[in-house]
């Protein structure tokens, strides 16, 4: 625990060093000249390990910060490299030590930062085997093995709670569970598990006392949890319940929305027009005129009047129809529609006159178009009221849809990105 | 015996917080105080407790894993790389408890009977020991020596006492630890605990 001692010179090349770990510490590495010694031994040099290149990494030794909610000084620096899968990885391990809670390790990877402790979960892992992908349980939850590798040495300074070597390597197998991890390290028949969880940098950096302003951490850690930020969170979060009540809604609108019929009529010839009375009974609710002419391969248009019988107010509207349909290449095809719908609001109560006819046509119609303009075909005329609209309804699904999906899509990147440097398996 | 008594050194007013104690300090004094049946009897000196961090505090109740544990002694030891403190508590069942602090290596620990004898011989750091059908390794052998006490104990301790002792690692985290006097054998049995998953994480000096 608090050691009086608070610096000491290196047996070795005499340099100062700090003393700031407890008393399990077992090893000082000098920084200046390597020099490995024994804490519990008088500071007997055991070995030197002279110009080992410094890893990288923003922490020193006696810097002291709050991680995890526990105030931890750095006490050590180990450096690690990892072959894996034809390439070289490298990483930094800070001894971390607190009076309270003893030894940990924060870790430093590609601009990531991790927190692992050592662990006994209550499990004889001795006997477990391990496949990528497959899950394992720990510490009474679950987790996915991520991946394996040797781990060397090949940098360190400062009180260890171990006597390193240099190059001393050992197997570690990585379980995920994000945001944390569980480790196995494997060295002559004996294991030891770590628990690990991922960190907020720039909340650790301010614990620390400097500001983040290293580049940005590269690519998706193991661990790192998918935070897509709080406004795209909550937003697929109510698209994700609400865009089924609009699915639903559509569908029940589509279905039981048409309205009911107040009036209808069919007028066999266009040409002279026809007309149909009906009672218009609110000004709020939307009423539609359905029409429908048995076209085929023809067109037509219809100039309409709508009167308010009462007031003498016209309103002027057109709507036209088109069906083409043929067979070509040993296929049927057809274009336009022999239907059409038109809604409005009537803008006021009362008995309305709908008067429709053919459009005269002027001289800027072709041949072909006046040949197949339809004007000896009989066109339904129905109109209904209490008229209810799903298309509004499907769009609002189709957004809330977007941003669930845009969400889901984040995540799967995100999840293909983390597994991108973890082990693979057959499928 | 009454809860409530005096000092039979300075006449400080003592009590102690469960019947069974068997031993208190008292803190005007720090004379360490017997507690047998109808009497009480001055045993010694509780020494001096330097004030460290620490998450145990006597009087201030701790929760790990949804398990209350009140700090109701606290004796410290020296061994040979530094010194450990053992704190007597009682769980949410009034049951008593010895919980091992050595710089975040937390143990908590119950007395164990059993009938089984252990040659002491045997006991070498490394060695593979089988108990009550669980294989266990040595992992530690050392020299404990008591440094100084505080609050109240199940037994009688004195400033000074050394004694020997062995953890032994079991493959699920289990430990166990063997202490030998007069040819007897003591068993204390537990489990290691994360110190992070403790809660009432006050780090403050004892006081």
């Known amino acids: 625990m608090s050691d009086a001692l608070k610096a000491l010179n290196c047996t070795t090349c005499g340099s100062p060093l700090p003393a700031l770990a407890g008393h399990r510490a077992k090893a000082l590495v000098c920084s200046y000249c390597g020099s490995v010694m024994d804490r519990h031994d008088g500071y007997k040099v055991l070995a030197q390990y002279r110009d080992m290149p410094r890893p990288e990494g923003p922490f020193a030794l006696g810097d002291s910060g709050e991680v995890l909610g526990v105030h931890q000084t750095v006490v050590g620096i180990v450096g690690v490299e990892s072959y894996i899968e034809g390439s070289m990885y490298y990483w930094t391990n800070y001894q971390l030590y607190s009076p309270t809670h003893g030894y940990s390790w924060m870790t430093w990877n590609d601009g990531h930062l991790t927190h692992s402790r050592k662990v006994r979960d209550g499990t004889d892992h001795t006997q477990s085997r391990f496949y990528p992908k497959n899950d394992f349980p720990a510490l009474g939850r679950s987790f996915t093995m991520f991946e394996s590798y040797n781990a060397v040495i090949h940098y360190i300074e400062g009180e260890l709670t171990w006597v390193p070597k240099l190059r001393d390597s050992v197997n570690v197998i990585d379980g995920i569970a994000p945001p944390h991890g569980f480790s196995l390290a494997r060295t002559d028949g004996e294991i030891e598990t770590e628990f690990q969880t991922y960190l907020n940098r720039t909340e650790v950096f301010e614990a620390f006392g400097f500001a983040d302003d290293l580049p940005s951490p590269l690519g998706v850690h193991a661990i790192q949890p998918f935070e897509p930020g709080e406004l795209h969170q909550s937003a697929a979060l109510a698209a994700k319940y609400f865009m089924p009540i609009a699915a639903v809604a559509a569908l029940g609108l589509m279905i039981m929305g048409g309205g009911s019929t107040i009036a209808q009529t069919r007028i066999h010839n266009t040409a002279q027009g026809g007309a149909v009375t009906f009672e218009a009974t609110s000004t709020s609710r939307l009423m539609s005129i359905e029409m429908s002419a048995p076209l085929r391969n023809q067109w037509s248009w219809y100039d309409m009047t709508l009167v308010h019988n009462e007031s003498g107010e016209e309103v002027e509207f057109g709507s036209g129809l088109q069906y083409y349909s043929g067979w070509e290449g040993g296929e049927s095809w057809s274009e336009g529609s022999q239907d059409a719908t038109l809604r409005f609001k009537p803008p006021q109560t009362g008995q309305y006159t709908l008067r429709i006819a053919n459009a005269p046509l002027d001289n800027t119609v072709t041949r072909t178009d006046r040949q197949q303009f339809a004007s000896d075909k009989p066109l339904s005329i129905e109109v209904r009221q209490n008229v209810f609209v799903s298309r509004y309804f499907w769009i609002l699904a189709i957004v809330l849809g977007l941003i669930y999906g845009s969400m889901r899509l984040r995540e799967h990147m995100f999840e293909t990105a983390r597994w991108g440097g973890g082990d693979d398996d057959d499928d | ?207």
Not at chain 2, 27 to 55: F, H, N, R
Request: aromatic fraction near 10%.
């Open chain 2, 1 to 207: 015996m009454a809860d409530d008594f005096n000092c039979p050194n300075c006449g400080g007013q003592l009590s102690r917080k469960v019947a069974h104690s068997k031993m208190v300090t008292c803190p005007y004094c720090e004379s360490t105080v017997l507690l047998e049946d109808e009497t009480v009897k001055l045993a010694g000196v509780g020494g001096v407790m330097a004030d460290e961090p620490s998450l145990f505090v006597l009087g201030r109740a701790v929760e790990y894993q949804g398990e209350s544990y009140m700090p109701i002694g606290q004796a410290r030891f020296s061994y040979s790389s530094g010194w450990w403190d053992e704190i007597w508590a009682l769980d949410g069942h009034g049951n008593g408890v010895w919980i091992s602090v050595d710089e975040g290596d937390i143990a908590i620990e119950r007395n164990h009977e059993t009938d089984l004898k252990i040659d002491e011989r045997k006991l070498k750091l490394g060695a593979r020991i089988e108990f009550e059908g669980e294989i266990f390794r040595v992992t530690e052998v050392d020299r404990g020596k008591c440094e100084a006490l505080r609050g109240e104990f199940p037994e009688e301790m004195a400033v000074g006492d050394t004694y020997t002792y062995y953890h032994l690692s079991g493959a699920r985290g289990s430990l166990i630890t063997l202490e030998f006097e007069d040819g007897e054998m003591y068993v204390t049995e537990g489990q290691w605990i994360d110190p992070y998953e403790i809660r009432q994480q006050a780090v403050e000096a004892n006081s």
